[in-house]
T-cell receptor, first 114, second 112 residues
């Protein structure tokens, strides 16, 4: 059974802290994504990686960075957490241009920044 | 810029009826369209894909249509059940490399 896992389901951090969100997939997928989901705004792409060490900014990259040192792992980093980064964070993976890019999502991490 | 619109209001229907959800898009000619289901507090789960040259696709009680002239997809759930209650998202490919743009989703509630 294919799987995307995220390191935490719930996380509470303080303003200014450095936050790491980890995502691991076991499907040998090339593409990995980080989204945030907020009520009324839907899913918004933060960053995208199409290969190890390769990354591309999404629609809302400000305040975030990413790391992909291994194919199966894609990390989202909040360098200095702020209250407006309180959100549901979703990781996804897919094969490029096969299966018409169906994306497999993790369970999400609900991050609260106080 | 590319835009996707789904019914923002929740859809409430009676068990056994057919639910119909709408996805409209503008400034775009996608090669395919996808539908996902999302339960509260969970990640979306892929349901169906329909290509631009397909008018209709079925999977069990699900049916999707794709009208490239109207720039619209309709998602139908026949003989709906309370277990179908969830938020349904449509998604289109954009730019290159496998990225998708998602609609905001429509919340469906099926009452027994």
């Amino acid at each position: 059974d294919v799987k995307v896992t995220q390191s935490s389901r719930y996380l509470v951090k303080r303003t200014g802290e450095k936050v790491f969100l980890e995502c691991v997939q076991d499907m040998d997928h090339e593409n990995m994504f980080w989204y945030r989901q907020d009520p009324g705004l839907g899913l918004r792409l933060i960053y995208f990686s199409y290969d190890v060490k390769m990354k591309e900014k999404g629609d809302i990259p400000e305040g975030y960075s990413v790391s992909r040192e291994k194919k199966e792992r894609f990390s989202l980093i909040l360098e200095s957490a702020s209250t407006n980064q309180t959100s549901m964070y979703l990781c996804a993976s897919s094969r490029p241009l096969l299966s018409y890019n169906e994306q497999f999502f993790g369970p999400g991490t609900r991050l609260t920044v106080l | 810029s590319q835009k996707i619109e789904q019914n923002s209001e929740a859809l409430n229907i009676q068990e056994g009826k057919t639910a119909t959800l709408t996805c409209n898009y503008t400034n775009y000619s996608p090669a395919y369209l996808q539908w996902y289901r999302q339960d509260p507090g969970r990640g979306p789960v892929f349901l169906l894909l329909i290509r631009e040259n397909e008018k209709e696709k079925r999977k069990e009680r699900l049916k999707v249509t794709f009208d490239t002239t109207l720039k619209q997809s309709l998602f139908h759930i026949t003989a709906s059940q309370p277990a179908d209650s969830a938020t349904y998202l449509c998604a289109l490919p954009y730019n290159q490399g496998g990225k998708l743009i998602f609609g905001q989703g429509t919340e469906l509630s099926v009452k027994p």
